[in-house]
């Protein structure tokens, strides 16, 4: 899809705010994707609609996590995680985009998981680190992104966990797995 | 069984700094198992057994993991989590301990897991704080440990999670999924 028109139906989904923060994601994830050579194209596109169901009300939300089939558990955790594979769901079905690498860049932008794509680092990655991103720590992970993708996530997700852990909250399997296997990798 | 003969046995297994470390272990457990209502007596024996294994050969440890079918995953992991599941093994196989009880205590004492019994919880606990303990947030956890076995667990948690992912090392699930359960109990 063509990024202006692509941006201009986004648009109509987002806050002032989150349209800039998706505008940032956007820059970042194609200079990722050149980086560590995912599509561009798919980086692009799959920027551009991270966010689609961020505003959507939280009952649609449930509702559609119930009758998507999608993972239940996720009802269980912070309701921040069901924009990400509800927006997926909604991207199909409303903007008619039907690739399933982007879906799913789309659908784990936010929890991450085992087994990840570059395309689904480069967008998870790109969220974290978009240039209007101001909190502690976020610098340090900029600079890890311009020379390794993996360690970049690594502290990314080691900061995240860390901010659930010190409000008492629970962190998702998913997030907790690949957590892990970034670990892991480190040793090979 | 009587205590002076489970240290006399316990005492050949372990290094004197361990010995006394197992002493606390056991003085701590048996107070935290009056304060939360697990069985004293279970509590001594499962708290001067649970480091049983602490010194045995790593070969014959993984042997044990291997052909006893314990998590295999095991070995994917650190292997200061092994002395464990294999303690309890050993402490049945050599000591003659059969209770099952006791010897889940032993077992889980280093990881944790989900649904662990108030037994295994004051083990656990006990072996944290026991008063030669000495680093830092230890005494957050001893305080927390006068008002809530949950609470107190929590903290002691984040602490070795934290501790763990500042060395970017992995996580065992069964410790994160302890952490989570603890976590939606305070939301209870």
Redesign the interface.
């Known amino acids: 899809m063509n990024r202006d028109k692509a941006l201009e139906i986004v648009k109509e989904h987002l806050t002032e705010h989150r349209f800039v923060h998706t505008c940032g994601v956007m820059e970042t994830s194609i200079e990722l994707a050149k980086r560590y050579g995912a599509d561009e194209k798919k980086a692009e596109t799959a920027a551009i609609f991270h966010d689609y169901a961020k505003f959507r009300d939280k009952q649609e939300m449930q509702s559609i996590i119930e009758d998507e089939g999608l993972a239940q558990d996720l009802l ?1 955790y912070n309701s921040e995680l069901w924009h990400a594979p509800v927006g997926a769901v909604l991207v199909e079905r409303e903007v008619g985009i039907e690739d399933v690498e982007i879906l799913n860049a789309i659908r784990f932008h936010t929890s991450g998981k085992e087994g990840m794509t570059v395309l689904d680092k480069v967008i998870y990655l790109a969220d974290y680190i978009e240039p209007n991103r101001q909190f502690p720590g976020v610098e340090e992970v900029r600079e890890l992104a311009e020379k390794s993708l993996d360690l970049a996530l ?1 502290k990314a997700l ?1 900061n995240t ?2 901010f659930l ?2 409000r ?4 998702y ?1 998913d997030t ?1 797995r690949f ?2 296997e970034l ?2 990798n ?1 040793r090979r």
Request: charged share 5%; proline share 6%.
């Open positions: 269980l690594l080691q966990m860390t852990m010190k008492n909250q629970a962190i399997p907790f957590y892990n670990t892991l480190q």
